[in-house]
């Protein structure tokens, strides 16, 4: 029965039932599979069982579509001719890039058994479009929903719709404010990707100037790497010391958003979800990161030395983290230790209370 209902045509058969398409008749193909050919509006469109995509026969339309949040971008963008070209590459894009990571699938589903999710993380997508988001982030963003929404759906709703009415309150805005922010303008805004760009970039300059790199990689994209883990374990310092009472799971919903961004600049990124058959059901799993791992690895150092007054002893987790640049030198003991408290700083006023105002 689970099988029968997470098959693709079944699933695409509840997501047109979401988007007002009406069954109108069963047809059978050239190798004897039970078709359902579905109408809306004087449009017609048939569910290939076999397939298991969309093709558009009224008005005909000569590549099958893989899902109907694809037909349905499609319609909205042969609407305006002048923009066909540029809206589906950027939405073609964002779902390449969740497909990569293992997300497709999972996200198909909650778009083709939940309406109201659907139209929320449609019109986030649109809005990130039209503000000039890139599709990394509009990606990463979805797939942050995605997993917010099995602890939470009403959460990850929420998520999707503030979302949205940032970035059409962006749209308003130069399009350059968005990096360079400055720490007054950024009261105002519920986001903390502007605050992570800003210091990801400046901990690049740091670990560059100070020559310091990861060995086995031995690449820019290892420092970049780098410095996103480096500012993600100086914001879990920011937030131990603001005292917020942030929910794990909360807390870590902002650690997976961490992963999203870091698989971003990853060639080949690994797959972190699959299906798997046991032996009562398909089921859904997904995995986490080396990244992820690393994460936690440095949360259990600043935890492991922190005194029951709340104080943190930052030399084993400063040691570590320069061991794993592959730096011997004992000069950069110092400049890390004291560059990680600027960096914590800048993480409690521009970083941790819009990471509250997101998660709660």
């Not at 950027?90 to 779902?95: D, F, L, S, T």
């Amino acid at each position: 029965m689970w099988r029968a209902y997470t098959h693709p045509s079944h699933v695409l058969g509840r997501q047109a039932a979401n988007m007002n398409w009406v069954a109108i008749s069963r047809i059978s193909d050239s190798d004897g599979y039970k078709n359902v050919k579905l109408a809306r509006n004087g449009m017609e469109v048939i569910i290939s069982f076999q397939n298991g995509n969309i093709e558009l026969v009224k008005p005909w339309h000569e590549t099958p579509f893989k899902d109907f949040i694809e037909l349905e971008r499609w319609l909205a963008t042969i609407e305006k001719e002048s923009t066909d070209d540029e809206d589906a590459s950027y939405y073609e894009a964002v779902n390449d890039f969740i497909t990569s990571h293992g997300f497709y699938e999972p996200l198909l589903e909650l778009q083709g058994t939940d309406e109201e999710y659907c139209i929320a993380s449609m019109k986030m997508h649109k809005a990130g479009y039209l503000s000039g988001q890139s599709e990394k982030i509009v990606g990463a963003l979805t797939m942050d929903s995605v997993k917010k929404y099995k602890q939470n759906r009403q959460l990850s709703i929420l998520f999707l719709q503030k979302l949205e009415e940032q970035f059409l309150n962006e749209q308003e805005e130069d399009d350059n404010s968005l990096h360079a922010l400055t720490s007054d303008e950024s009261n105002d805004i519920d986001d903390y990707h502007p605050g992570l760009d800003k210091a990801t970039s400046e901990a690049e300059i740091f670990l560059k100037r100070n020559n310091m790199y990861v060995p086995l990689r031995g690449n820019g994209r290892a420092i970049n790497i780098s410095s996103e883990l480096f500012v993600y374990i100086a914001s879990y310092l920011a937030m131990l010391d603001s005292g917020e009472n942030i929910a794990a799971v909360s807390w870590n919903s902002f650690k997976s958003s961490i992963e999203n961004r870091i698989l971003a600049t990853v060639e080949n990124p690994p797959s972190l979800s699959e299906s798997i058959v046991t032996p009562e059901s398909t089921t859904f799993v997904h995995y986490t990161s080396e990244y992820f791992t690393e994460m936690t690895r440095m949360e259990d150092l600043v935890l492991n030395n922190r005194s029951k007054s709340g104080e943190i002893e930052l030399q084993p987790l400063v040691s570590y983290f320069l061991r794993s640049l592959g730096s011997n030198n004992p000069e950069h003991q110092s400049q890390f230790q004291e560059y990680l408290s600027e960096v914590t700083e800048f993480a409690s006023r521009e970083i941790v209370p819009k990471v509250v105002c997101v998660f709660g």
